[in-house]
Nanobody, 122 residues
Framework: QVQLVESGGGLVQPGGSLRLSCAASGSFFSIKDMGWYRQAPGKERELVASITDGGSTEYGRFAKGRFIISRDNAKNTVSLQMNSLKPEDTAVYHC????????????????WGQGTQVTVSS
């Protein structure tokens, strides 16, 4: 089991910046992948950015050039720096972690945070 706690959401003006953080805790051996997904009312959940334990990253099209994802493997945390925010970035942002339950395990388990609200408005 993994528990994920997000922080850093809030209200920001268009063009502004926010930094989201997610801390993982619980019973697991390691985290292979951590990322951020967002969902606005009436819309499907979409990938914002993800990063593997090896540092490989993936960004949603809307995020490229504006958002930067990073992680600290030792602390089991992931951060998302969001710049040049737009009103369409308004959504609930959820942290996701793909965990390995034990050393050498072939199995992986997903965990989700409770979400943090990001609102971009004048």
């Amino acid at each position: 089991q993994v528990q994920l706690v997000e922080s850093g959401g809030g209200l920001v003006q268009p063009g502004g910046s926010l930094r989201l953080s997610c801390a993982a805790s619980g019973s697991f051996f390691s985290i292979k992948d951590m990322g951020w997904y967002r969902q606005a009312p009436g819309k499907e959940r979409e990938l914002v950015a993800s990063i593997t334990d090896g540092g490989s990253t993936e960004y949603g099209r809307f995020a490229k050039g504006r958002f930067i994802i990073s992680r600290d493997n030792a602390k089991n945390t992931v951060s998302l720096q969001m710049n040049s925010l737009k009103p369409e970035d308004t959504a609930v942002y959820h942290c996701k972690a793909v965990t390995v339950p034990a050393r050498g395990s072939w199995f992986e388990y997903d965990g989700w945070g409770q979400g943090t609200q990001v609102t971009v408005s004048s």
